[in-house]
């Protein structure tokens, strides 16, 4: 039975990266002739293909994505989204499925990958870790990105969860550019992903049904820099009471 469920595996895993490339090239173009046009207008194009795109490529791979909650977001409101980390497959599932368009905070080395990274750096703010100006400058662009009326999406652990813990602690960057902007925080849960491609990188990918359901928004007027640390931890709060309570049988 393992033999097989590893031969299956596999099958999935060049079927899947099979389907991701062709599609890629399909959109490619549109999506490197949108990065002509300005801000807000470019985003909100991107958000339009990047939804068409993943909206064909995750069916195609056996691993729909049902969405809930859009009526948390008001129409003429733009949010801080924040976003539970298991697996590389929440990348495709996050930012098409958020409504409106967004932006990500992204790793720059990825950046450099060939024919992607066009495709990477189009919707993301770029970010070197290991450089200091960096990440200041990618703080400034978080914030312009919300003063045009953006979506920011965020995934506040970090990196994947490879723990056992239902969602790892947070980092205080989400939280202090959702206030220094006054945005509200939209906490949002994706369930499924760790299965489908575990974060331990040791079991084959295998399909399965997503769900992503966004929160209530959590508002920010009124908080300062100090209020950070107890804005954190109630958002991570409400977000691993949600995740406890519907990792296994989650509604639709």
Known sequence: MKILKSVAGAIFAIYALLVFVVTMLVVLIPIWLITLCNEPTRAKLLHKVFR??????MPLIFCPVFRKG??????GQNY????????????????????GPN????????AKVPLFGIIYKAGS??????????????????????NLGINLCLYPEGTRNKTDNPIQSFYDGAFITAIKAQKPI??????NTRKILPPDGKQ???????????LEPIATAGLTVSDVTMLKEKVHRVMETYYITNQKTPSL
């Not at 932006?103 to 990825?110: G, M, P, V």
């Not at 870790?129 to 978080?142: E, I, T, Y």
């Not at 939209?186 to 369930?191: C, E, H």
């Not at 084959?204 to 966004?214: A, D, V, W």
């Open 125 to 146: 703010i770029l970010v070197d870790r290991k450089k200091g100006n960096s990440r200041r400058d990618s703080f400034l662009k978080m914030q312009e990105t919300l």
């Open 70 to 75: 859009k009526r948390n977001f008001a129409k």
């Open 186 to 191: 939209i906490p949002g849960l994706i369930f």
């Open 80 to 99: 801080v989204v924040v976003l539970n980390h298991n697996s590389f497959m929440d990348i495709p599932v996050s930012s098409p499925w958020i409504p």
């Open 204 to 214: 084959l990918p295998f399909p399965n049904l997503i769900r992503i359901h966004f």
């Open 52 to 57: 068409i795109w993943m909206g064909v490529y």
């Open 103 to 110: 932006k990500t905070l992204a790793k720059s080395e990825i």
